[in-house]
């Protein structure tokens, strides 16, 4: 069954440090893994969006890393934030369809 | 550029009751989705569409209906609401790249 599962469900830390946020999936045959930010109230907003011969793209004080051999992607961020505080879903794409299939995210909390 | 607007932002039903989330894009895509979003739960997908006049079911659809008759129109309809029907709704557009998410309609079934 083609699932997509982040971790941790939560993260809270203090603005100005690191973290990564990681992804698993079994999703095949692959396509495409995408990164979105989704701030409360609203839609996600697409970060990155990898295929399977890039491993790593980077947006900003965001870098995307994926590893198609172990089905292993992470979200690190840089320099963290307030405005950094949002849920963080990674998406991947089975190849030949157009449907996606959503983690259930990484609630991020920055705070001063 | 307005992008994916959706109408209402919130909306209280009662159990049995009916009503239309309106969804317009104003990019021309072809492609257009409706998604709910449950607390706790990755996005699932209700009805897709490749174009106008044609609509195909996702992986949760029943209670649902939907229709395209234009390319920037994609309304979803509920006939006989249930409180399963509580859920944060996403209509997103998309090119040959990427997705484009709607502010999203917040519905409360009580």
């Known amino acids: 069954k083609n699932q997509v599962e982040q971790s941790p469900q939560s993260l809270i830390i203090l603005e100005g440090k690191n973290c990564t946020l990681q992804?698993?999936?079994?999703?095949?045959?692959?396509?495409?893994l995408r990164w979105y930010k989704q701030d409360t109230g609203r839609g996600p907003v697409s970060l990155t969006i990898m295929t399977f011969s890039e491993n790593t793209k980077s947006n900003g004080r965001y870098t995307a890393t994926l590893d198609a051999d172990t089905k292993q992607s992470s979200l690190h961020i840089t320099a963290s934030q307030l405005s950094d505080s949002a849920s963080y879903i990674c998406v991947v794409s089975a190849y030949g369809t157009d449907k996606l299939i959503f983690g259930t995210g990484t609630r991020l909390q920055v705070f001063p | 550029n307005a992008g994916v607007t959706q109408t209402p932002k919130f909306r209280i039903l009662k159990i049995g009751q009916s009503m239309t989330l309106q969804c317009t894009q104003d990019?021309?895509?072809?492609?257009m989705y409706w998604y709910r979003q449950d607390p706790g739960m990755g996005l699932k997908l209700i009805y897709y569409?490749?174009?106008?006049?044609?609509?195909d079911k996702g992986e949760v659809p029943n209670g649902y209906n939907v229709s395209r008759s234009t390319t920037e129109d994609f309304p979803l309809r509920l006939e006989l609401a249930a409180p399963s029907q509580t859920s944060v709704y996403f209509c997103?557009?998309?090119?040959?790249?990427?997705?484009?998410f709607g502010p999203g309609t917040r519905l409360t079934v009580t």
């Open positions: 992804c698993n999936y079994t999703v095949s045959p692959f396509s495409n």
């Open positions: 997103a557009s998309r090119d040959s790249y990427e997705q484009y």
């Open positions: 990019m021309n895509h072809n492609y």
């Open positions: 569409s490749v174009g106008a006049g044609i609509t």
